[in-house]
């Protein structure tokens, strides 16, 4: 596996790629790789001839008072991960590589970023979107995957695709979860043992409003309150969100479920805040 640690390395990669005729797929991640990412990895190659996993942290998509400089750095771990899955290449740029002193350009996108995880996190879409253009210009993937856990972050970059005609096709891949449920995600590593238990909450707060479903319950605001009183009873975790949106305007639902819906939530605890979502589907 190569490792790439500049755009130079990156364009260069790419051109031989193209040369031979091959099909690009792109991972991008954060590192602190756990088995979800890995997942990623074994999608993007049933999609592409090579797979391009980018590791970068990327300072734009976090707030001033967000944990950029708490978040997991595992470089070492993440690069024999990838290695094992069968990753092509890595890119792991450094933040002056990606950004220059004076950059003024974002991506802003005004619709589907409002509602969820936008509400108490304004800054962090239009700081996902720019590096993800970044990457899909720098890679020329010809697919690219992420995780459905971050559901509002795939449907934003699912939008930009479509309106800024980027020649790429975005591919989602299912949630992975710890044997207990819990959904994974790199800052899970960071819970006391008591938070971590608290964190089970979440999922079977999901449960419960996909259980209410199968019964017959359509209205939103009973399915919302079913799992905010769930998700109260955590001790240590504050309710970011209880959300029920249209599955993929994002828009709210104030009447009867009559087709798709994403329930999604977000919990706080002291350690970290841990997002979850499921789609709810009162035909199947």
Request: hydrophobic letters at 40%; aromatic letters at 4%.
């Given at each position: 596996m190569e490792?790439?640690?500049?755009k130079e ?12 005729g091959?099909?690009?797929?792109l ?12 997942s990623?990895i074994?999608?993007?190659?049933q999609h ?10 990327n300072p734009t998509?976090f707030?001033?008072?967000?944990d950029l ?5 595992t470089?070492?771990?993440?690069v024999?991960?990838c290695?094992s899955?069968g990753a092509?290449?890595l890119?792991?740029?450094?933040v002056?590589?990606?950004y ?20 108490s996190?304004?800054t962090h ?5 720019t590096i993800v253009?970044?990457?899909f ?6 697919v690219?995957v ?5 559901a509002?972050?795939i449907?934003l970059?699912?939008?930009?695709v ?5 020649p790429?096709?975005?591919v989602?891949?299912?949630i ?5 449920g819990l959904?994974?995600s790199?800052?899970?590593?960071r819970l006391?043992p008591?938070?971590r238990q ?11 409003a996909?259980t209410?479903?199968?019964?017959g ?8 309150q079913?799992v905010?009183?769930?998700l109260?009873?955590a001790?240590?975790?504050?309710v970011?969100y209880?959300?029920l949106?249209?599955?993929e305007?994002?828009e709210?639902?104030?009447?009867a ?5 994403l ?9 970290a805040?841990?997002i979850d979502?499921?789609r709810?589907?009162p035909d199947?």
């Open positions: 490792q790439l640690r500049s390395k990156l364009r260069d990669w790419v051109g031989q790629q193209k040369q031979q091959l099909r690009i797929g991972v991008p991640t954060m590192g602190a790789l756990h088995a979800g990412h890995l990623l074994r999608e993007a190659r592409a001839d090579v797979v391009l996993v980018t590791l970068f942290v998509q707030a001033p008072n967000e400089d708490s978040y997991p750095r470089w070492e771990a993440d024999a991960a290695e899955e092509a290449a890119f792991a740029p450094e002056n590589d990606m220059e002193g004076d950059a003024s350009v974002t991506l802003i996108e005004d619709r589907l970023s409002r509602g969820l995880c936008g509400r996190r304004p879409f239009s700081g996902v979107l253009l970044k990457l210009n720098l890679s020329q993937p010809d690219a992420f995780g459905e856990k971050d509002q972050q449907r970059i699912r939008r930009m479509r309106d800024l005609d980027v790429v096709r975005i989602g891949a299912p992975i979860r710890e044997a207990d959904a994974m790199s800052r899970n590593r006391s008591e938070s608290e964190a089970l909450r979440i999922v079977e707060s999901l449960r419960l996909e209410a479903l199968a019964g319950e359509r209205d939103p605001a009973q399915l919302r079913l905010h009183t769930h109260e009873r001790s240590r975790g504050t970011d209880v959300e949106v249209d599955d305007s994002l709210p639902l104030n009447s479920i009559e087709g798709p819906a329930l999604a939530v977000a919990l706080l605890f002291p350690e805040r841990l979502n499921l709810l589907l199947s």
